[in-house]
């Protein structure tokens, strides 16, 4: 896993090759940098051919306790719950494979953007018989489009980066096979450093948002009417009009 930041955005690269599988290691790994206060956007890439297969089931398998099993469940849970809490906006770029666990893992961010590609992305849970607990159901239920919910949810099946963009799995898609998946993915990654600094310069606003929509907090009025009067909102309100004098 490689960390860099650059114009306040941490970029989470989970590995330039291979299954990025989300070990225990590299889950906490991923909370450590979620947790600490040195950027306000995140960004979390893989590579061209897995973003992440998700848990490693060679741990699984080899875990021997309920305890053994239970920390590598409740590890992924705190992963994602992590991403959920990020004050800032945090968005996945996903130009291979997402399975299971990263499957989740993307669909914990705020925004993700695919590509074209014969990558595919979706949940196989049911298939293994892994049960899905309400607060990894939660993160589904606020992402995937309402009628096909309980299709992604239940029936395995692992799609298209053009059906994920229609089930709500992404955001955003690049279509254009022709210009190359490298290019895709710098396009792609370009589109995700401005989506964060839009949200960044949108300051405190963006966090009451997100809290909102996510939580279900509710803040006071009275933050809506102190804020107006805030020196960075009303430069931003002067800039408005200014040009729409102009046109």
């Not at 599988?21 to 909370?31: A, D, F, G, N």
């Not at 607060?135 to 992604?152: A, G, H, K, N």
């Not at 799609?159 to 690049?174: A, D, H, T, W």
């Not at 509710?218 to 102009?246: A, C, G, H, R, Y």
Request: with cysteine; hydrophobic share 40%.
């Amino acid at each position: 896993m490689k960390v860099s930041i650059s114009n306040q955005i941490k970029t989470i690269q989970l590995g330039d090759k291979g299954p990025n599988l989300l070990t225990v290691e590299r889950q906490r790994s991923m909370i450590r940098e979620l947790s600490l206060n040195d950027s306000k956007a995140i960004i979390i890439l893989g590579n061209d051919q897995v973003f992440s297969a998700g848990l490693n089931l060679k741990d699984l398998t080899a875990a021997t306790t309920k305890e053994e099993v239970g920390e590598i469940f409740s590890s992924l849970s705190n992963l994602l719950q992590s991403i959920r809490k990020f004050p800032g906006p945090v968005i996945s770029v996903i130009s291979g494979h997402a399975i299971a666990g990263g499957c989740l893992l993307a669909l914990a961010s705020d925004y993700r953007i695919g590509m074209f590609g014969k990558q595919r992305m979706g949940l196989n849970e049911m298939a293994i018989g892994i049960d899905l607990p309400l607060d990894m159901l939660t993160i589904i239920s606020q992402t995937i489009r309402r009628d096909y919910l309980f299709e992604v949810a239940s029936q395995c099946r692992l799609y298209s980066p053009k059906e994920c963009f229609q089930r709500g799995l992404i955001n955003e898609y690049f279509s254009n096979p022709f210009i190359g998946k490298k290019r895709a993915t710098k396009k792609a990654i370009h589109r995700a450093e401005e989506l964060a600094q839009f949200y960044i310069a949108a300051g405190e606003p963006f966090i009451r948002l997100k809290e909102s929509l996510l939580h279900g907090k509710e803040f006071s009025s009275d933050i809506l009417i102190e804020n107006w009067f805030n020196p960075s909102t009303q430069e931003k309100i002067q800039n408005v009009l200014k040009s729409l004098q102009k046109k």
